[in-house]
Nanobody, 123 residues
Framework: QVQLVQSGGGLVQAGDSLRLSCVASGRTVSTSYISWFRQAPGTEREFLARPARSGESAYYADSVKGRFSISIDAAKNTVYLQMNSLKPEDTAVYYC????????????????WGQGTQVTVSS
């Protein structure tokens, strides 16, 4: 089975930095197809970032562009979300999510989800 285990998060002050981790396991998931999402109270889920792949640059939502960065440590099967210059509006539950991959076929949807990590940024 596929597992995405998240760590990091917590309560920080505005301007601080935080790094979230997502450790993936399973035969149908690749770190190249793991992205980050968040959902704040009363809002829809927001697609934050996906890694760079061959022929494609990394994607970042406008709300976090220039502050957040996504990276991969393939040897550790881990995807990170480095969050800098945090703002109170970044307060949300953060999720990593992975597309199903098998024998070169990649789903268009995010089929596997981490458990979520609360990030709270105080002013």
């Amino acid at each position: 089975q596929v597992q995405l285990v998240q760590s990091g998060g917590g309560l920080v002050q505005a301007g601080d930095s935080l790094r979230l981790s997502c450790v993936a396991s399973g035969r149908t998931v690749s770190t190249s197809y793991i992205s980050w999402f968040r959902q704040a109270p009363g809002t829809e889920r927001e697609f934050l970032a996906r890694p760079a792949r061959s022929g494609e640059s990394a994607y970042y939502a406008d709300s976090v562009k220039g502050r957040f960065s996504i990276s991969i440590d393939a040897a550790k099967n881990t995807v990170y979300l480095q969050m800098n210059s945090l703002k109170p509006e970044d307060t949300a539950v953060y999720y990593c999510a992975a597309k199903h991959t098998w024998q070169g076929v990649v789903s268009h949807t995010y089929d596997y989800w981490g458990q979520g990590t609360q990030v709270t940024v105080s002013s």
